[in-house]
């Protein structure tokens, strides 16, 4: 039961294009959503969240859109920088369960120079 | 400000054996979080805790694993009897937890179990 979805498994973009990783989820629950990047070899490190009562948050070249109806969201990155190329991994919770953290299955970038 | 902590960062183990790995949180948090990535594949949950509690296992195999957090030392995952579909990357993660709306986990770098 994969409630946290990633379908596209690669990306590939030219450097300073965007790029748009998308998430989809199934749980209507799901209040609080967090993108992390992943390095080989290292733990995923903490990018964005969006809070469910926003439906959109920027920092930097990072935003993240989330659209409710749709049960969607998606990082967009602008300019995509060669330092981008990792796997993404969208996380869900809901703040009112157990707090546990569902995560998708990762998109891997790669910004080409 | 040390951050998550895992060890070993590779362990080997062969069939019918035990496998232990070690996560010590970051300073002040309380907050324990287990996942496993295999190959190709996703973070998938396994366990939450807090000190001295499970606070939701519902992603851990009912047999040969089991997860603590002892009111000292380090979160333990063990893994009894290990088979090769075990080999996986697993990370820990940990938070405040405050339940905070805003609250992220923060991970290691993962203990690498090959089974032989």
């Known amino acids: 039961d994969q409630q946290v979805k990633q379908n596209s498994p690669s990306l590939s973009v030219q450097e300073g294009r965007i790029s748009i990783l998308n998430c989809d989820y199934t749980?209507?629950?799901?209040?609080?959503f967090l993108w992390y990047k992943k390095y080989p070899a290292e733990g995923p490190t903490f990018l964005i969240s969006?809070?469910?009562?926003?439906d959109k948050n920027e920092d930097g070249r990072f935003t993240v859109f989330l659209n409710k109806s749709a049960k969607h969201l998606s990082l967009h990155i602008v300019p995509s920088q060669p330092g981008d190329s990792a796997v993404y991994f969208c996380?869900?919770?809901?703040?009112?369960?157990?707090?546990?953290?569902?995560f998708g299955t990762g998109t891997r970038l790669k910004v080409l120079a | 400000n040390a951050g998550v902590m895992q060890n070993p960062r590779h362990l080997v183990r062969r069939r019918g054996q035990e496998a232990r790995l070690r996560c010590s949180p970051m300073?002040?948090?309380?907050?324990v979080y287990w996942y496993r990535q295999l190959p190709e594949e996703g973070l998938k949950f396994m366990v939450y805790?807090?000190?001295?509690?499970?606070?939701?296992e519902s992603g851990m195999p009912k047999e040969r694993f089991s997860a603590e957090f002892p009111k000292e030392g380090p979160s333990i995952l063990r893994i009894q009897q290990v088979v090769r579909g075990d080999s996986a990357a697993y990370f820990c993660?940990?938070?405040?937890?405050?339940?905070?709306?805003?609250?992220?986990?923060?991970f290691g770098s993962g203990t690498q179990l090959s089974v032989l």
């Open positions: 993660a940990s938070s405040p937890g405050h339940r905070a709306t805003n609250e992220k986990l923060f």
């Open positions: 300073k002040g948090h309380s907050h």
């Open positions: 805790l807090q000190k001295e509690n499970i606070i939701d």
């Open positions: 749980n209507s629950m799901f209040d609080y």
């Open positions: 996380a869900a919770t809901y703040t009112s369960g157990t707090y546990k953290y569902i």
């Open positions: 969006i809070s469910s009562i926003k």
